[in-house]
Each structure stands twice: as structure tokens, then as C-alpha cells.
């Protein structure tokens, strides 16, 4: 039985290969959270499309209730990451989301970017990200002194963007929305305007005595559609029909200094790393198998690792192909100290093995408009 799990890993190996090769035709995925520079795991706390095939696709159609937070966005993750007000949230996009090293955006997809906030009761719930609620916090449209879009200014800071929560808002659970327009096909026939959003559960430590209540706007089904200028705006035009239309609200613009009460904020109990985890690819954790010391034993701990190894497959994001990978050779140095009669074990047990997470560049951190 335990042999059975051992013959099935070079299907497993030869998926990834395909997934890699089909995600060669590239658009982009909003992939890592970085709070205050800190990597918080690929695809940690991110709602993502969960098919590696098309995670990196744009909105379609543009009027979709996934313009809130992409496919799969209804659908609430294990993790919420800590923040805090006035921290600086980085976000990674990348034309692979399984390749830390992929490309963020073809540089023809010119268009603006925007990062948005919503509050909510809990942010592992599911079908809270349609709806009303959204502030925008961060855009960047048009830069007629360089000739730079958005896009193109996230592109040369190696797809990352960089905002800072707002200082005044309450904490609590929240939902932080990136959304890229892309518009070199907006004047198409018929016009085809591409949208990449993704969304990223956090929660926000604040001590904020009165905290602002930002005013809000509806994102979801019907909140674009054709007839908005703005996604039908002509960026080869020479020169441009400048003023870009306006997309969405206004910035939301923080109250500085606000008043603080120490230690006002409220303790962060849903989205934690779960007790026991060693293993950490995106929302999913592997779990250290049960001490073995002698050989059946040792093949039930083998079992154990390569049932977490399926889970993993099964339920990864499409980040996770190459991690999956790196926890089944934990299941074979288990398999081989079975077949070899290494007990007791596991080796290093309880060690937390989670590969470690690409450092933001130097500079990284850098908020651009
Ligand atoms: C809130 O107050 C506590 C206690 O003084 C402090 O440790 C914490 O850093 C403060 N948090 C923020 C977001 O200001």
C-alpha cells in the first residue's frame, strides 16, 4: 500500500511540468503579500484562481461579479495576515504564478493599477468580497511628465506595489484588493479591456481612538462595463485624449495624526498559522507525521506524509506546484528510512521545513504613484 503512493509520484511530477508550460502564454496574478517588507508566503492570506491554467487570466466579462476579487474570489482562506495601521502592504505579481522569478506583466499591457479596502466581520468567510464596502487607498493612472502608466511603473519596480494602510481607519478584518487595467486592446473589436484583480485577508491592528469611516462604493457585478470610457480609453492615440477618464472613487485620503489610545486595539483570533504546521504553501500546512520505531509504524508515518502530499496537489494554489514538490521529499526520506529500517523517526521531527521565501530587493518597499 505504501509502495502504491511511492509509483504514483511521477504523475504527479509530470502535472507540474504541464501546468508550467500552459502559464507560458501570460497575463499576471497578484501571487505574495509582503507587510512592512516581510514576505508572508507565497500565496499566504491570497484569494487566487485555483486553476493553474487560467490563475493568471483577466476578468471576463468585464461586468462579472469576479471583478471584486478575481475567480475563486468569493471563496475564503485559511490565513489572515497581521498588519497594522500606517503599514506598508507590497504586493508580487507575476505572469507565472509558480515561478518566483517570472516576469510580472507583458510591458504592452499598459493601463492604470489601484489597491482598495474593505472591511469585514471575518475575512476567512466566503461571499464577502462582491458587494459594497470598498475604499480605494492607492492608485497610480498616468504619468504624462514620464509617459508611464501604472502598469508600466509596477513593471520597473520588478511587480511590486507598494501602499500604506490608511493611519485612521478602526482594525478589525479586512480584504485588500489590487486591480490592474490593462488597456492595449481596449479599442478592439469588440473592445477588450483586461482587468487582473486578487485580493489578500489581513487584519489590521489599530489604536486609533475615533477611527474614520471611509466612504464607500459597490465593486461587483455590473460596476464596469463597456461603456465606461475609461476602459475603452485609446493609449496609442498621438497625443493621448488626456485626462484619463476617472475608474472608481476618489483616494481615500487618511486623517493624519489621529488619535491613539494605547493598547485600544483589538487581538487578531481568525487566519492564524495553525498550531503544529511545518510545512507552510499558501493557505495549505503540512503537519509532522507520527514518531515511528519500527517498521510498520515507520510505513504508516510514510502513508501519513504521502496522504498530506495528495492533499497538497489537491488543494494547492496555483503558486504551490514547486512546494508540493519540496514536501513528497520529506515523504521519501521517510519511505527510504523504511525501506532501509532507519529507526526511530521521523528525522527532525517537528522541525519546520517551510522552504525559505524570496527577500523583497532593497528599495522594495517604495510606494510609487
Ligand atoms: C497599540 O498600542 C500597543 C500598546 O501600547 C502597542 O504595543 C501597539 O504597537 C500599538 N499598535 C498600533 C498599531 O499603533
Same mark, same amino acid.
Given at each position: 500500500?505504501?509502495?502504491?503512493?511511492?509509483?504514483?509520484?511521477?504523475?504527479?511530477?509530470?502535472?507540474?511540468?504541464?501546468?508550467?508550460?500552459?502559464?507560458?502564454?501570460?497575463?499576471?496574478?497578484?501571487?505574495?503579500?509582503?507587510?512592512?517588507?516581510?514576505?508572508?508566503?507565497?500565496?499566504?492570506?491570497?484569494?487566487?484562481?485555483?486553476?493553474?491554467?487560467?490563475?493568471?487570466?483577466?476578468?471576463?466579462?468585464?461586468?462579472?461579479?469576479?471583478?471584486?476579487?478575481?475567480?475563486?474570489?468569493?471563496?475564503?482562506?485559511?490565513?489572515?495576515?497581521?498588519?497594522?495601521?500606517?503599514?506598508?502592504?507590497?504586493?508580487?505579481?507575476?505572469?507565472?504564478?509558480?515561478?518566483?522569478?517570472?516576469?510580472?506583466?507583458?510591458?504592452?499591457?499598459?493601463?492604470?493599477?489601484?489597491?482598495?479596502?474593505?472591511?469585514?466581520?471575518?475575512?476567512?468567510?466566503?461571499?464577502?468580497?462582491?458587494?459594497?464596502?470598498?475604499?480605494?487607498?492607492?492608485?497610480?493612472?498616468?504619468?504624462?511628465?514620464?509617459?508611464?502608466?501604472?502598469?508600466?511603473?509596477?513593471?520597473?519596480?520588478?511587480?511590486?506595489?507598494?501602499?500604506?494602510?490608511?493611519?485612521?481607519?478602526?482594525?478589525?478584518?479586512?480584504?485588500?484588493?489590487?486591480?490592474l487595467l490593462a488597456l492595449h486592446a481596449a479599442t478592439a473589436n469588440p473592445p477588450d479591456p483586461?482587468?487582473?484583480?486578487?485580493?489578500?485577508?489581513?487584519?489590521?491592528?489599530?489604536?486609533?481612538?475615533?477611527?474614520?469611516?471611509?466612504?464607500?462604493?459597490?465593486?461587483?457585478?455590473?460596476?464596469?462595463?463597456?461603456?465606461?470610457?475609461?476602459?475603452?480609453?485609446?493609449?496609442?492615440?498621438?497625443?493621448?485624449?488626456?485626462?484619463?477618464?476617472?475608474?472608481?472613487?476618489?483616494?481615500?485620503?487618511?486623517?493624519?495624526?489621529?488619535?491613539?489610545?494605547?493598547?485600544?486595539?483589538?487581538?487578531?483570533?481568525?487566519?492564524?498559522?495553525?498550531?503544529?504546521?511545518?510545512?507552510?504553501?499558501?493557505?495549505?500546512?503540512?503537519?509532522?507525521?507520527?514518531?515511528?520505531?519500527?517498521?510498520?509504524?515507520?510505513?504508516?508515518?510514510?502513508?501519513?506524509?504521502?496522504?498530506?502530499?495528495? @492533499?497538497?496537489?489537491?488543494?494547492?494554489? !496555483?503558486?504551490?506546484?514547486?512546494?508540493? +514538490?519540496?514536501?513528497? $521529499? *520529506?515523504? =521519501? /526520506?521517510?519511505?527510504?528510512?523504511?525501506? @532501509?529500517?532507519?529507526?526511530?523517526?521521523? !528525522?527532525?521531527?517537528?522541525?519546520?521545513? +517551510?522552504?525559505?521565501? $524570496? *527577500?523583497? =530587493? /532593497?528599495?522594495?518597499?517604495?510606494?510609487?504613484?
Amino acid at each position: 500500500m505504501a509502495f502504491s503512493n511511492i509509483f504514483s509520484r511521477p504523475a504527479r511530477l509530470v502535472l507540474s511540468a504541464t501546468v508550467f508550460l500552459s502559464l507560458a502564454q501570460a497575463h499576471t496574478v497578484m501571487t505574495t503579500l509582503y507587510v512592512d517588507g516581510e514576505n508572508q508566503g507565497d500565496g499566504v492570506c491570497i484569494r487566487m484562481n485555483m486553476d493553474g491554467y487560467t490563475s493568471n487570466y483577466f476578468v471576463s466579462p468585464v461586468t462579472s461579479k469576479d471583478i471584486a476579487c478575481g475567480v475563486d474570489g468569493e471563496k475564503g482562506v485559511s490565513r489572515v495576515c497581521p498588519a497594522k495601521t500606517s503599514s506598508v502592504l507590497t504586493f508580487e505579481f507575476r505572469e507565472d504564478a509558480d515561478d518566483v522569478n517570472s516576469r510580472p506583466l507583458d510591458e504592452s499591457h499598459k493601463g492604470p493599477a489601484a489597491v482598495y479596502m474593505k472591511k469585514v466581520s471575518s475575512a476567512t468567510d466566503s461571499n464577502n468580497a462582491a458587494g459594497d464596502g470598498w475604499f480605494k487607498i492607492w492608485e497610480s493612472v498616468y504619468d504624462s511628465e514620464n509617459d508611464k502608466w501604472g502598469t508600466t511603473k509596477m513593471i520597473e519596480n520588478n511587480g511590486h506595489i507598494s501602499v500604506r494602510v490608511p493611519e485612521d481607519i478602526e482594525g478589525g478584518y479586512y480584504l485588500v484588493r489590487t486591480e490592474l487595467l490593462a488597456l492595449h486592446a481596449a479599442t478592439a473589436n469588440p473592445p477588450d479591456p483586461q482587468f487582473y484583480v486578487g485580493c489578500a485577508q489581513v487584519f489590521i491592528e489599530s489604536n486609533v481612538t475615533n477611527p474614520s469611516r471611509p466612504e464607500t462604493v459597490f465593486i461587483g457585478e455590473g460596476t464596469y462595463t463597456l461603456d465606461n470610457p475609461a476602459l475603452t480609453f485609446n493609449i496609442y492615440d498621438k497625443p493621448m485624449a488626456l485626462p484619463y477618464p476617472p475608474l472608481g472613487p476618489p483616494v481615500y485620503k487618511p486623517k493624519s495624526n489621529p488619535d491613539t489610545t494605547e493598547g485600544n486595539s483589538q487581538e487578531q483570533t481568525e487566519g492564524l498559522k495553525p498550531e503544529g504546521c511545518i510545512f507552510v504553501n499558501g493557505n495549505w500546512c503540512g503537519f509532522e507525521v507520527p514518531s515511528y520505531n519500527n517498521e510498520e509504524e515507520c510505513w504508516a508515518a510514510s502513508d501519513d506524509c504521502w496522504r498530506q502530499s495528495d @492533499n497538497c496537489w489537491a488543494e494547492t494554489q !496555483p503558486t504551490g506546484y514547486g512546494y508540493c +514538490t519540496e514536501w513528497s $521529499k *520529506k515523504c =521519501e /526520506e521517510i519511505s527510504d528510512s523504511c525501506k @532501509n529500517s532507519r529507526f526511530p523517526g521521523p !528525522p527532525n521531527a517537528g522541525q519546520d521545513i +517551510t522552504p525559505e521565501w $524570496k *527577500k523583497l =530587493e /532593497e528599495g522594495g518597499t517604495e510606494i510609487f504613484y
